[in-house]
Nanobody, 116 residues
Framework: QVQLVESGGGLVQPGGSLRLSCAAS????????MGWYRQAPGKQRELVAT???????NYLDAVKGRFTISRDNAKNTVYLQMNSLKPEDTAVYYC??????????WGQGTQVTVSS
């Protein structure tokens, strides 16, 4: 089975930083796009950032210049470095792996809270 295990969430003050990690395991191959989504209270889930197997990235406008997505294919791990965090970044963050454009796998979610 495919599993995505997230870590790195927590409570941080505005302007602070967090680094999220998501380790994937199972029969997933090597050429899948991965990404991070988030869902804030009272809002629908939104795409935060994606990264293709070759390394190209895309970001939600609200996080451009502050967040960086990266991946380590040897470790089957994707990261989200979050800097200059704002209260509006508060959400549950979910790791996603899109397998061969056919299947979506999700992490368990990790809470990020930005508050003074």
């Amino acid at each position: 089975q495919v599993q995505l295990v997230e870590s790195g969430g927590g409570l941080v003050q505005p302007g602070g930083s967090l680094r999220l990690s998501c380790a994937a395991s199972g029969n997933i191959g090597s050429f899948n796009a991965m990404g991070w989504y988030r869902q804030a209270p009272g809002k629908q889930r939104e795409l935060v950032a994606t990264i293709a197997s070759a390394g190209s990235t895309n970001y939600l406008d609200a996080v451009k210049g502050r967040f960086t997505i990266s991946r380590d294919n040897a470790k089957n791990t994707v990261y989200l470095q979050m800097n200059s965090l704002k209260p509006e970044d508060t959400a549950v963050y979910y790791c996603n792996l899109n397998l061969r454009r056919l299947y979506d796998y999700w992490g368990q979610g990790t809470q990020v809270t930005v508050s003074s």
